[in-house]
């Protein structure tokens, strides 16, 4: 069997090349104790095998754990370093090699066919990371929230941007949500960056009911990208309009046991579980939002789980959305498996960054070392995706993500040979 570290570093250093980015890092100490390309190759190996702390990696350099994947006996570092090295780090060097991993991903045809019948497409959410009550553990840059009871918790908040649907669901850009905005206006921070760092980022935008405004629909029509957006509030005058239609008439769609697994790819898990008996009204053509620069498209989406043979499991749910693209473009059935998919940046990408990568941890809470650290996971996670989609070819059942990450974990400590000169 093939050792995993050393066919994950040789993936990621020929195809992505991970070693030059970590030759090419800086930082602004004067007269280190450490190099930034060591203190970095630590944390990321630290990082790829599952430690959640600095303190983790200190003990394990004084192991000697780290002495093969740089080729030499290291005896420096400690959690401080690790942590001063960060506060130092200039944050835009990491998230341009970001870029530049979702860029060659796309370059070399990972997302070749989209990733939700045909259609390349992103979901664009927030999440809270940290939530603390001492002011201690906090900085000027949490924001904060007043409970009745008079207590006071600081938390972080991000937004965050992946790919949704067939794996890998990379993540191609985070943004803090600043004390005293809220996150629509982040959102249109990234958006905005995404345009001009990505420019073709995705064809499809799925977002939840916090986003039904004028201004991310205009920017995501300015992208010329689709939005999919749920709408939660049914007095809306625009939901108010569509509804005196629908009633009037039948629905567009009919559908028993219909499935959200999309059948452009052979090995979606998708929808094994449920299936939906689905109704659905579509019209296109409404100008109730006059700063809206372009005509929306209403659907009313009724449906409730059911087995295999139809028979219903619930009662039915409806559900509106608003979509930025015609009849034409995209069809009202891939709406509503975007809808259902749009879940992907939640129940997968989020949840597994925080329960397996510790995208949520307290590293070093310093303003720049936070936010450093939040790249440098996002990182791993991200070439962790493509060698476990792209590298374990035929073996993804005999592999889950945390078992390969364990995996790595125990085959870097035996190897034989420095793993970043095993080119």
Partial sequence: MK?????????????????QF???????????????????TIIFTGILTGMSSFNQMEEKLNEGYFDKIVGERITRGSADTFGYVQENSPVQQYRQYNYAI?????????????????????????????????????CEFCKKTEHESGEVQLHEDFVGVSYVGKPPNLVIDIERIAPGEGESTAALRLLDRLRLQQYYYAEVCALDSLYPSTPVINKLLEHNVIGVIRVKQEHYTLIKDAEGLFKAREPDIIKTAANIKSHWYGDDSAGKKYRYNLRIWDEEGFTTWEKAKAPLRVLKVEECKADHYGRPLEKPKVTYVIVTAGKN?????????ILHRRWDIENKTFHDLKKFWYFGHDFHHEDNAFLVMRWMIVIAYNLFMLFFYRCIKGNLKNYTHKGLILTLACTLYVIEIPILDSS
Avoid at 108 to 123: E, H, P, R, S, Y
Avoid at 329 to 337: H, Q
């Fill in 3 to 19: 050792n995993k570290a050393i066919q994950l570093v040789k993936y990621i250093n020929k195809v992505y090349r991970f070693e």
């Fill in 22 to 40: 970590l030759k090419n890092l800086y930082d602004w100490r004067v007269n280190p104790s450490i190099p930034k390309y060591e203190a970095d």
């Fill in 102 to 138: 979702v860029k060659n991903a796309r370059y070399n045809k990972v997302f070749q066919g989209g990733t939700i019948d045909g259609f390349l497409t992103i979901a664009l959410d927030g999440t809270r990371l940290t939530g603390t009550e001492s002011p201690q553990r906090g």
């Fill in 329 to 337: 473009e995209i069809s009202a059935e891939t709406v509503w498996r």
